[in-house]
């Protein structure tokens, strides 16, 4: 178990990163990946990140959230169920061929940035989550991108996710939000 806590003072903010004691690598980077992610972007480099690991947590942290409740024991099973909702499966949307087609481009999380080209569509299935994303690079065609979005609902259909808990985000090139770039490597 990780996660993240902010703490307002007067004339800092605090981004802590918890760690839990049996958190796995792939878990404690992430976590750091998505307080830096937090920091530059939502809090334009003006926060300093805490690690904070269990055990030793601060007063100033018991004083925002309360008393550490006792944490139970995960078995593989859950842990399992966590890793493939942490997964992704990028599929590039594209008219390059001289007809739209869509194709996996990678299924190895985390992702590498340079996958997402500028002059095509991207569809990130996170469906696990109940997530899809769709990634418009700012030189794509018009017809790619109102194609990424109808393929993004088939691609639904086709994975036989639930309709009504599959979330669709459209990012356009430079609007990335925190969630989408926490399936990519080195997104600064």
């Known amino acids: 178990v ?46 300093r990140i805490v690690d904070i690991n269990e055990g030793e947590e601060t007063p100033e942290m018991l004083k925002v959230l309360g008393p550490m409740t006792e944490l139970g024991e995960s078995t593989p099973e859950e842990d399992t169920k966590a890793d493939r909702s942490n997964s992704a499966h990028l599929h ?7 007809s739209m087609t869509m194709t996996k481009v990678s299924e190895k999380c985390p992702l590498d940035r340079d996958l997402l080209v500028r002059d095509d569509c991207f569809i990130l299935d996170n469906g696990a989550n109940g997530k899809i994303f769709v990634w418009k690079g700012s030189g794509a065609n018009a017809e790619e991108k109102r194609e990424a979005l109808k393929m993004a609902d088939n691609f639904i259909q086709q994975m ?19 969630m989408f770039k926490q399936f990519f490597k080195n997104w600064n």
């Not at 996710?161 to 925190?178: A, C, S």
């Open 2 to 47: 990780t996660g993240l806590f902010f703490v307002r003072t007067a004339l800092l903010q605090t981004i802590l990163s918890w760690i839990g004691s049996k958190a796995n690598i792939f878990e404690k980077q992430m976590v750091r990946e998505i307080a830096s992610l937090i920091r530059d972007t939502d809090r334009h480099g003006k926060a």
């Open 160 to 178: 036989n996710y639930d309709r009504m808990k599959t979330q669709v985000e459209i990012l356009p090139q430079g609007r990335e939000t925190i």
């Open 92 to 98: 590039k949307v594209s008219d390059a061929t001289g």
